[in-house]
């Protein structure tokens, strides 16, 4: 059973850094893990995806420069590094696990199997 626990969330001021952290579990068969994120009324949006074996990373053109994906070598952890944090970027933040996620899907929230259960992220002043 994969179980994903993600942590890091909170307040930040404009401009400010955020490091998201996503504890994973039983998850040894998955090809991509990302980084989802839903506002209020809107729908859950892609954020940033990484290949599990071979580190390859993918993002949203809107973090691109601002934003890296990141695992730890023992492939337990799953990090979102936020920087230059915006007001449009606060948002329940989601890591998620797709076990036979293709590259063309990888925005895609029904490609991935397993969820995790959301940290929130509101940067305001």
């Known amino acids: 059973q994969v179980q994903l626990v993600e942590s890091g969330g909170g307040l930040v001021q404009p401009g400010g850094s955020l490091k998201l952290s996503c504890a994973a579990s039983?998850?040894?068969?998955?090809?991509?893990m990302g980084w989802f994120r839903q506002a209020p009324g809107k729908e859950r949006e892609f954020v940033a995806a990484i290949r599990w074996n071979g580190g390859h990373t993918y993002y949203r053109d809107s973090v691109k420069g601002r934003f890296t994906i990141s695992r730890d070598n023992a492939k337990t952890m799953l990090f979102l590094e936020m920087n230059s944090l915006q007001p449009e970027d606060t948002a329940v933040y989601y890591c998620a696990a797709g076990l036979r996620t293709i590259m063309s899907q990888l925005s895609n929230p029904t490609a991935y199997d397993y969820w995790g259960q959301g940290t929130q992220v509101t940067v305001s002043s």
């Open positions: 039983g998850h040894t068969g998955s090809r991509y």
